[in-house]
Each structure stands twice: as structure tokens, then as C-alpha cells.
């Protein structure tokens, strides 16, 4: 559920976004980016500390240690993903001279390690914003990933001091939020826009700071949808509506109702089939609305559901639950499909809108009445 | 198989005329749906724009315009909520 959009990209790698209450500051309470948050201390990821002309900074190697493994895996189940941030600031990545390139990103973690692992045998300066713990992608939507914190952060480094060459190269999906020519005026240095997954920085490099239209290009494979399937379930099973859902069952189970066992598996299914099934054979399923992948998966669990518990029904409460079953799940499914636009990488806002106007209406519809029919199978069975 | 959402809805705007060649909207776009046809830039497959507002934002002359935001259902809803 939360979720965001964007994936991101430290350059980038993807390391999945989500965004949701953590990500977008904007979206719940409030909080504004940067200010609250505490950071990992350089000293628990570091190697030890370079010399610069404008003092000592630390200095990172391009291979992660346990930490950083153990750190990159609770965040992707979901554990404490709105503080996995680094000290921003500047970091020496091997033994990097003045005419060393110079990489900017974000001072999420993953996106930290997502950029540092891809320069194996690189000596380089990282450049980290101060982004509030948030993705490359992420943050560059909100405008923390900008020529504002660019601007900032390059005077407070002294970077100046420490190159002599005046090129800044940026991940490409920092480009919603950093304008190049911007920065350009504001402090000087020509931004480049890098590929859009850090495994192509060397290749990026080796071709003379250019990019192939490939290395350009977003994607949403298999793999990268995988990823995004924990962090989907970890947010359900954290919101309030699964939590009043569960108690309610529970409560069914302890009263005895006839057909509870049944409606739990068949709701813990229908969740599935929207957050984890529809995620990840997306290609593969008809229909272009997020909603109607959910649902058609919905439809496909409704039906087992419903043999399952005796097809055809028998007697009014029978026929009440079938038409529960095959109403409300896909509803669910529908809905918790939908959500995944925020993970996707290539639906636009007025997509989404134009999506929540055909389908929200039609989803309360189905749930409503599917929630009716329940009550009714419950009263007739007894 | 490329994955798409919708079709005609983006409210990507681009006016040739403005267009100095520099190519960075086709550098930024994730989604190549900006091309260099030349000296000028043009718009391969609108519907595949997702509305990031990378190219806007980079076009120092004006000629790209794009309502930026992003395509989540959730945040639309808690936008909702809020307000």
C-alpha cells in the first residue's frame, strides 16, 4: 500500500520506492523532508577517512560488508525504511584525485550502496544531498533532489576546493527535480545526466560521458517487481482496514459462524492475488487499468473460492455467499491492484486519475453489495 | 513486452518552434518519448509519457510544459483525505 512511485535509482539502481507515509512527506503529515531525520553514522559503513584540501572526509569502498547486506534486507521487508539514511556530505570512493569524476545521489541508503557497488576499481568523489532518507526518484518528484540542495550542498563541501575539473554527473531519474541548466548557472558546473542503473556507469564512462538510448530507458521487469512484493504486503498488514478486517474475522471465528474459515482464506487469497499476484505477472494480464488486472485475478480466486465451498450453492445462504464471494474479492483485488501504480514505474498522475474515475466507483459498488450479500449468508446460515 | 497504462491522457505539451536542439528532454526522459530528429526534438509515443516532468523541468527554453505529479493511487487518496 504505501507506495509511491518510483523506484529509484542512484544513478541508479532501482532499489523500490514505495513511497507512501515515508516517502511522501507531502502526501501524509507533513513532515518536511531532511529536518528529522537522523542519520548512520559514516563511521558504521567507511573504510577509514582521505585527506582533502578542505579536511578529512570519509572514505567508502565499493564493496558492501554484513551491515550494510543486513541493513539493505529489513528495509526491503519493510523494517524501518523511513530511516535508512546516510550523512550527507561528501565521501571519497577509492583513491580519488582532483581530476576524479564527481557523482552525485541521494542520502538513502540504498541508494548510497546502489551507486558505490556499481564502481568497483573507480576512484571517484560521491556528492550525497540531503534528500531526508528518500530515493533518488522519489525525492527528485518532491523537488529535495534539486539545484537548491545541489547548489547548497556543493558550496558546503568545498568541493571546489577539491577538483579541478567543474563536471557534476547526476543519476538521470534525479532529472524531475534537478534542472542541468540550472545548475550550470547557479554554481558553475556542467551536470550530466548518467544512465539510469548504476551497473551502466562504467559503460557511461568508458563512452566518454554518453549514455546508449538503452541505458536511458525505465524498466519494470519481472525481478524488479518481485522486489516490491514484501514491501506491499508489510503495508497492508500495518493499515488499519486489514487490522479491523482481521478482528472482525476473528470475532466470526470465536461466535462460530458457519462459513468463517472459509471467508479468511478467501480474503487472505484475494489480498494475494492483488498485491502479489497481479504485481508480478502484470505484463501478462489483460487490460491496461491496474484495477482491472486486480479484478480479473479477483474474479479467477472468487470462482475457486466459490468450488471450493460448494458449487453450485445450496439454498438461499449458498447463493448469498457465492455472490459475496464473487462481488466483494475481486473488489479487494481490484483495489489493492490499483495501489501498485504507485510502485510502477510508468503511469503518469493523469493516468491514475483517469483510472481512480472509472474504477473507484465500480469497486465500492461491488463491495458494498458483495459486504451485504455476506451479512445475508451469515443471517440465513446461521 | 513494454508495459503501458493509459492511452491519451498525458498533459504533455511541446512546442517545437521553442526547441534549440540542446537534446536534454531526450537525455532525461525514462521513457524515450522524446527523440532528436536532427537538430530539433520530437515526440515519439505520447502515451508513454509518464509524467515526471524530467524534459520540462531541463528545457531552458520553454518549449516543453507537462503537469508533473506523480502516478500513485495512494497518494491520490491520502490527497483526497486531506483536504
Redesign the interface.
Known sequence: MPLAKFPSAAGLDKESCSCGPDCCPGTKGGETAGVFRRHIDPVRFASGRRMTAVGEIPLVGARLGFRDRWGALRVRLGIGRGRYAVAPGLYALGSPDPWSPVFVTANYKLSFDALRTKLPGIDAWILVLDTGGINVWCAAGKGTFGADEVAGRLEASGLKKIVFHRTLILPQLGAPGASAPEIARRTGFRAVFGPVRAADLKAFLDAGMTAAPEMRRVRFSLRDRLILVPMELAGIVRSRSFLAGLGLWLAAMIAGIRGAPLAGAAGAGAILAGAAATPVLLPWIPGRMFATKGAILGVLWASAVCLIGGFPPAGPAGLAATAAALLFLPALSAFLAMNFTGSSTFTSLSGVVAEMRAAVPVMLTAAGLGLAAAVLAAVAGG | ?P?????N???LKYDSRKCAGCG?CA??????VFEMNGRTAAVTDRD???????CA??C?FGAISV??????????L??LR?S
Open positions: 513486452m508495459l503501458r497504462h493509459l492511452k491522457v498525458t498533459t536534454l537525455a532525461v526522459c525514462p521513457h524515450g508513454r509519457c509518464m509524467e515526471c516532468g524530467a523541468r531541463n531552458a503537469r508533473a505529479g506523480v502516478g500513485c493511487a495512494s497518494a491520490v491520502w490527497s486531506r
